[in-house]
Nanobody, 127 residues
Framework: QVQLVESGGGSVQAGGSLTLSCATS????????MAWFRQVPGKEREGVAA????????YYGNAVKGRFTISQDNAKNTLYLQMNSLKPEDTAIYYC????????????????????WGQGTQVTVSS
């Protein structure tokens, strides 16, 4: 079993920064892929950033590339999402997700491929 608990959301003005945290516990094997998704009511969940913890490779959605950074502190069992130059369109509920190592080609931004999810944290960016 895996538990994921997000924190760090809040309200910020456009151009500002926030850092989200995802405290993790449980099976490391089930946290081979770690990712941040976001969702706006009425829209599909969107992949924001992903981390392959085995190869330490990172992936970013086009909407956030160059502004967001995903990272992990193994000593603290925490996944982070550093968000800079925030825009009103970044407003959403942000979720942390994890899954185990997958066979074949893995698209890290397909939400259905993830087994574990946090409860989400709200990020609101005002103009």
């Amino acid at each position: 079993q895996v538990q994921l608990v997000e924190s760090g959301g809040g309200s910020v003005q456009a151009g500002g920064s926030l850092t989200l945290s995802c405290a993790t516990s449980g099976s490391k094997e089930s946290m081979y892929w770690m990712a941040w998704f976001r969702q706006v009511p009425g829209k599909e969940r969107e992949g924001v950033a992903a981390l392959n913890t085995g190869y330490r490779t990172t992936y970013y959605g086009n909407a956030v590339k160059g502004r967001f950074t995903i990272s992990q502190d193994n000593a603290k069992n925490t996944l982070y999402l550093q968000m800079n130059s925030l825009k009103p369109e970044d407003t959403a509920i942000y979720y942390c997700a994890s899954t185990s190592r997958q066979s074949g080609i893995f698209n890290p931004f397909v939400s259905a491929r993830y087994d574990y999810w946090g409860q989400g944290t709200q990020v609101t960016v005002s103009s």
